[in-house]
């Protein structure tokens, strides 16, 4: 499946869950306002710190295993064995120790021990939480897009309901509770479209596992780790930065503007984790990734321009539409924000590179350095420019980073090949 058909394909999936986290958006300014917005974001970061140790951190590891051995489906079966175990077993461990520190992680990450109830929510279902990831990693590995996409088309249906259900019926509560419910229960929907399948089995996700599998998917644990410790915590940072000396109704003005960001993006991220990682892992050759590469940037890059420029001119009507009139200081952030996000993505079509051949020690030592800068850069820039600047550091932050990835990474293909073919030699 080439790119062309895999990015319309996606665009299906992602138009609908773009119309339900707008949808959403809109429910949440009605129904928790402003602050709210700001618990829900460090509840967000905090899942994503959580799951990494439930199996989430192997995702991008069974994505590219699963594609690159996509002609030996013993060493497929094998994988999933593998990340299955890991994934059950890291979840009952994580579970009991959220259900035990409920109430401690209830007052580090929303600054209230009364909602430690969320907390067990997410203990209960963290199982099946971990499991729906797993299952859509292998069939993005295996390039079963339309089923891929039917799951995800699913899931964000689930989530536009019980989110809605919830948040209106228990306001912040229920939509704090809403966001480990649904991926929980599109576990089902998942699992069923799995077993429709030829080559799946549920039996294929338990077993003993693979040593040198294992071995593989550390690398992989690894950058995920730091990734899924170094974002979330950064985004928390500078949240809780903009929310201490500005406020937290600022605060969730700017977590408006991060959630609209990542909703209008979709197409273009997905389109890079569903597309990108599976066909640069099978690649073999340094010309091939550089190749792969240049197409990126012909067909995805303008797309996130044209997308970026419309809710730029949009923002208005964005803004009016999607929340409320209590909203409207979101309006300051675009510009900055805009700009970042097209530096983003422009840098992410070479930093795939480095998920899809396991640079491990390039891929954390940038993590590590850009999550700082961004705090940092926020920093500095709010304190010389005002809170409307924090959008500024994000794109000066990505800048940086673009350039880092042309000089570490894309220059450095034919080097890195070069070594592989000595080390199997």
């Keep these: 499946m080439n790119l062309v058909r895999t990015s319309l394909l996606n665009g299906i999936a992602v138009a609908i869950k773009m119309l339900t986290l707008l949808g959403l958006n809109k429910v949440l300014a009605i129904y928790v306002g402003p602050a709210g917005y700001a618990a829900i974001g460090q509840f967000q970061n905090a899942l994503q710190v959580i799951t990494i140790f439930t199996g989430g951190a ?38 009991l120790l959220v259900a035990l520190f409920n109430k401690e992680l209830a007052s580090l990450f929303l600054k209230d021990t009364a909602l430690g109830g969320v907390f067990l929510w997410f203990a209960g279902v963290v199982v099946f939480f971990s499991l729906n990831i797993l299952l859509l990693a292998i069939l993005n590995g295996r390039k079963e897009i339309v089923l891929y996409i039917v799951a995800n088309i699913a899931g964000s249906f689930l989530s536009f309901g019980v989110t809605f259900y919830l948040a209106t019926s228990f306001g912040l509560y229920g939509a704090l509770v809403a966001l480990v419910v649904y991926q929980s229960i599109s576990f089902v929907v998942t699992l069923l479209l799995c077993l429709r399948t030829q080559w799946f089995k549920l039996s294929f996700l338990f ?25 979330p915590l950064a985004q928390m940072l500078v949240r809780n930065h903009i929310g201490t000396a500005y406020g937290w109704e600022m605060a969730g003005y700017w977590e408006a503007m991060w959630r609209l960001s990542a909703a209008y993006l979709l197409l273009v991220t997905t389109t890079l984790s569903v597309y990108y990682l599976p066909k640069l892992s099978e690649l073999k050759t340094a010309a091939e990734v550089k190749t792969e590469i240049i197409q990126g940037y012909k067909l995805i890059f303008p797309v996130a321009l044209l997308a970026a420029a ?5 923002r208005d009507f964005v803004v009016a539409v999607l929340f409320t009139s209590d909203f409207y200081p979101v309006r300051m952030f675009f510009a900055g924000q805009v700009v970042g996000d097209c530096l983003k993505i422009f840098s992410w079509i070479m930093a795939y590179v480095m998920l899809s051949r396991a640079m491990v020690k390039v891929f954390i030592t940038t993590e590590i350095i850009f999550c700082i800068s961004l705090y940092l850069l926020t920093m500095a820039f ?8 924090a959008t500024w550091a994000y794109a000066v932050n990505y800048a940086v980073y673009s350039l880092v990835m042309y000089v570490f990474v894309y220059l450095r293909l034919d080097d890195y090949f070069h070594k592989n073919l000595e080390h199997h030699a």
Aim: proline letters at 3%; aromatic letters at 14%; charged letters at 15%.
């Design 58 to 95: 192997i995702t991008n590891g069974v994505v590219k295993y699963t594609a690159q051995y996509h002609e030996q489906p013993e060493q497929q079966v094998k994988l999933w064995k593998t990340a299955g175990f890991v994934a059950i077993l890291g979840s009952l461990v994580v579970a």
């Design 207 to 231: 077993g003993r596992p693979d040593k040198q599998i294992v071995k593989k998917l550390f690398a992989f644990f690894l950058m995920a780790v730091v990734s899924a410790a170094c974002a």
């Design 310 to 314: 419309a809710m730029y001119v949009l």
């Design 382 to 389: 709010t304190q010389w420019w005002g809170v409307e600047a």
